[in-house]
């Protein structure tokens, strides 16, 4: 009698399991599936904790996080090498000071597996004893930067117009040169205190897309220049002050052909009127990456008129 009904009890356990599997699976059917990576796990459950603590405290946020995730033929380890720290984590710092428009400080707060995964904060700035917690921004430097930092390379992976970001260009240049000379690909997430999360990655494409904005082209025009000779040197240049100020603006002219200015004898505190080339080397977002002025002869001096009484 008891061993059958601990037969009979084991085969309701296994039709219940095999009733309750059917009805999870019939319900995952229904409701549909998604592949979803860890940083969308993560960012719901950063949402979800700021919910839960606001239940309790409406003005309660959250600590602001930075994830950096390098990805790479030698990051299988989940190691960071001392040079990739060396060279990777002060332009990103750079690069979020730009974007903020004010000093941004990051600390490392950890290192996981999963390539290699980087996970810093930032630098608690420190509050006098008499400041207020209503006077805290509603928005941190930090935040502010990484939300500008996230759209530029958003817009370098999809080879979009980056000319609205101009200013940040160089520091991100500097962080995608670092990359490419340890053939990684980088990966940013940023919680931000109010539960939000931005993403962005700069890999092998957008850094191609770096180095074709890199390239210039020369845009030259003619103009005079007039004021007196402050430097001289035979190789052929000389230094032109425009006025007599200590902030008065110079010219560097160069002389294609330092004979010609050998001949002639110019000496220091001269007034001279020059014309010349004036080039710039602009790159494709507009910045000009050289300026020069070049010697092209002598401008006739400009007399003033005298004014009709």
């Given at each position: 009698?008891?061993?059958?009904?601990?037969?009979?009890?084991?085969?309701?356990?296994?039709?219940?399991?095999?009733?309750?599997?059917?009805?999870?699976?019939?319900?995952?059917?229904?409701?549909?599936?998604?592949?979803?990576?860890?940083?969308?796990?993560?960012?719901?459950?950063?949402?979800?904790?700021?919910?839960?603590?606001?239940?309790?405290?409406?003005?309660?946020?959250?600590?602001?996080?930075?994830?950096?995730?390098?990805?790479?033929?030698?990051?299988?380890?989940?190691?960071?090498?001392?040079?990739?720290?060396?060279?990777?984590?002060?332009?990103?710092?750079?690069?979020?000071?730009?974007?903020?428009?004010?000093?941004?400080?990051?600390?490392?707060?950890?290192?996981?597996?999963?390539?290699?995964?980087?996970?810093?904060?930032?630098?608690?700035?420190?509050?006098?004893?008499?400041?207020?917690?209503?006077?805290?921004?509603?928005?941190?430097?930090?935040?502010?930067?990484?939300?500008?930092?996230?759209?530029?390379?958003?817009?370098?992976?999809?080879?979009?117009?980056?000319?609205?970001?101009?200013?940040?260009?160089?520091?991100?240049?500097?962080?995608?040169?670092?990359?490419?000379?340890?053939?990684?690909?980088?990966?940013?997430?940023?919680?931000?205190?109010?539960?939000?999360?931005?993403?962005?990655?700069?890999?092998?494409?957008?850094?191609?897309?770096?180095?074709?904005?890199?390239?210039?082209?020369?845009?030259?025009?003619?103009?005079?220049?007039?004021?007196?000779?402050?430097?001289?040197?035979?190789?052929?240049?000389?230094?032109?002050?425009?006025?007599?100020?200590?902030?008065?603006?110079?010219?560097?002219?160069?002389?294609?052909?330092?004979?010609e200015l050998l001949r002639m004898r110019p000496g220091l505190?001269?007034?001279?009127?020059?014309?010349?080339?004036?080039?710039?080397?602009?790159?494709?977002?507009?910045?000009?990456?050289?300026?020069?002025?070049?010697?092209?002869?002598?401008?006739?001096?400009?007399?003033?008129?005298?004014?009709?009484?």
């Amino acid at each position: 009698m008891t061993t059958g009904d601990s037969w009979r009890e084991r085969r309701r356990s296994i039709l219940g399991a095999e009733g309750a599997a059917e009805i999870a699976a019939s319900l995952l059917e229904e409701m549909g599936t998604e592949d979803r990576d860890d940083e969308e796990i993560e960012a719901e459950h950063h949402a979800s904790r700021l919910a839960a603590v606001r239940e309790y405290d409406p003005e309660a946020r959250l600590d602001e996080v930075l994830q950096l995730r390098l990805t790479g033929p030698d990051t299988e380890a989940g190691a960071l090498r001392f040079q990739w720290g060396d060279a990777l984590l002060h332009p990103v710092e750079a690069a979020v000071s730009m974007a903020a428009g004010t000093p941004v400080e990051l600390e490392l707060t950890g290192i996981s597996a999963g390539s290699t995964v980087v996970h810093a904060r930032p630098v608690a700035p420190v509050l006098s004893p008499e400041a207020h917690a209503l006077d805290t921004p509603a928005t941190s430097a930090a935040s502010t930067g990484m939300s500008t930092l996230t759209k530029l390379l958003s817009a370098l992976e999809s080879e979009s117009d980056v000319r609205e970001w101009a200013r940040l260009f160089d520091a991100v240049e500097a962080l995608s040169r670092a990359l490419g000379k340890y053939r990684l690909d980088l990966g940013v997430t940023w919680y931000d205190a109010e539960g939000g999360a931005r993403r962005a990655q700069l890999t092998e494409r957008g850094r191609r897309y770096v180095e074709l904005l890199r390239e210039t082209r020369d845009r030259d025009q003619e103009m005079v220049i007039s004021g007196r000779i402050t430097e001289l040197r035979e190789s052929g240049w000389v230094k032109v002050k425009t006025g007599t100020a200590k902030n008065a603006y110079a010219y560097d002219v160069r002389f294609e052909e330092p004979e010609e200015l050998l001949r002639m004898r110019p000496g220091l505190g001269d007034n001279v009127h020059f014309r010349v080339r004036f080039r710039q080397r602009l790159d494709s977002v507009g910045i000009a990456r050289s300026t020069e002025y070049t010697y092209l002869g002598p401008a006739a001096e400009q007399i003033s008129l005298p004014l009709e009484s």
